[in-house]
């Protein structure tokens, strides 16, 4: 797992696991789909990332689909993050 | 675009997955009063059968009561029967006037406006009153109308974890640089039965700045000593910046709604909130009855009482039959069984014994949590709950489910 990924799962563990929830959230755990994140309580998460990583996730590049595992919301900051000569 | 055979095909198949999925709802006829017992005509052309209903939002047994009615009877005589008109037009009447003034005082609030419906409320407040430099922070678990009304607003949004106090302390603390903060949450909230700890809520707002929003809807008529709702039950009347609350459940559950707080608050809403500027008034025959509603619940809380003792007797009696059921105060009691299919075979096969309960599953609650909603009314005699839990224990047991809890039940019946 990445620098990227273990930031992105810890934010996702202490914003949305409640006390006493004891299932096991990986990288690939569906977020969405498993019911973990919801489309209301995304928003912290995109604005998270924004501020985290200094970048703009476009509404429309902000799906259920690209938010739905850790990897896959790494590979969206991935795409927007600037790059470094 | 024309409905064609290929659009329409796109919607069946869209229909033939939901109902693969076993999230199909279906309606049933009720041929009666809503009452503790109905008749109820399902599937549909079957004969009506006589079945206790215990999910209702009838809380407090006064959406067929005789005096309402008639009030209800005398407002069609002296008000008409619609009045075709927005409120701001020529949709006002004086006794518009007076409920509003009679909930003010009930509800112990500076002012209130009524609107068609609490979802409409919902929708039409945060926009009126708030900005793009503002930020509303709901509780995860609020009622979806609250999300809507959200969702037009412009301002900010963010959620804390359900009724998780040191969650919003650390929102209203990350949020400080906004100009106004709101906290959003339901009183009670309308599937798990849990009651807001707004006493708690209330100080963080204080200590942070944060307005207070609260959609009342199960709880006004009967929540706190004398069913004021959640803040008299937390010990906070007048310190809510805003109540949204429906007079479609307890308070007659005919249909209107209000926001009610602060007057400026209020005024915003008369001035700005779309459902109030574009949407037809509250029917007279409504506030009439709804008035009389007033009348009764100020004269006595035994209504009030009643249900309370209700709510109580029935925790006791399914807690004892074995099944797992969210604790709580509220007359609202979800019996869990996690699973759409196995929820609504529960209510179906309940149905077959004369107790009329509905499934509720994706998207009403979370994947996953599925459940029966029973909900109490004071028009519930201590008879009804008897039958309804020889029902419920005969059920359970068919699909072994008492003294389970949910990794069992979730062993067995999958998600």
Known sequence: MGDLEQVILAYVKREYIEDGDDREVTVTTPLISGGIVDSFSMVSLKRFLEKKYQIQIPDADATTAAFDSVQKIAALVERFRPVHA | MSYGTDVREHYRKELAGIREAGLFKEERYIRSVQAA????????????????????????????????????????????????SVRFICGTQDIHRDLEKRLTGFLGTEDTLLFPSCMDANAGVFEAILTDQDVLIADRLVHASIVDGMRLCKAMQDTFKHSDMAHLEEKLQEHQDKRFRMVVTDGVFSMDGDIAKLDEIVALAEKYRAMVCVDDSHATGFIGKTGRGTHEHCGVVGKIDVITTTLGKAMGGASGGCVSGRTELVEMCRQRARPYLFSNTVAPVIVA???????????????????????????????????????????????????????????????????????????????????????????????????????????????????????????????
């Open chain 2, 37 to 84: 017992e109905i008749e109820v005509e399902f599937p549909a052309g079957a004969a009506a059968k006589h079945v206790i209903n215990l999910c209702a939002n009838n809380y407090l047994g006064l959406s067929s009561h005789p005096e309402v009615v008639e009030a209800a009877r005398r407002g069609l005589d002296h008000r008409g029967y619609g009045m075709s």
């Open chain 2, 289 to 415: 009855g709804a008035l009389k509603v007033l009348d009764i619940l100020c004269q006595s809380t035994e209504r009030r009482d009643k249900l309370e003792w209700n709510a109580k007797y029935w925790r006791k009696l399914l807690t004892e039959a074995g099944f797992d059921i969210k604790e709580g105060e509220s007359p609202i009691v979800p019996v869990m069984l996690y699973n759409a299919k196995l929820a609504q075979d529960v209510a179906r096969d309940l149905f077959a014994e004369g107790i009329y309960v509905v499934g509720f599953f994706f998207p009403v609650v979370a994947k996953g949590q599925a459940r029966i909603r029973t909900q109490l009314s004071a028009a519930h005699e201590k008879h009804h709950l008897d039958r309804a839990i020889e029902a419920f224990r005969k059920v359970g047991k068919k699909y072994d489910i008492l003294g389970k809890g949910k990794n069992e039940i979730i062993a067995k019946y999958g998600l």
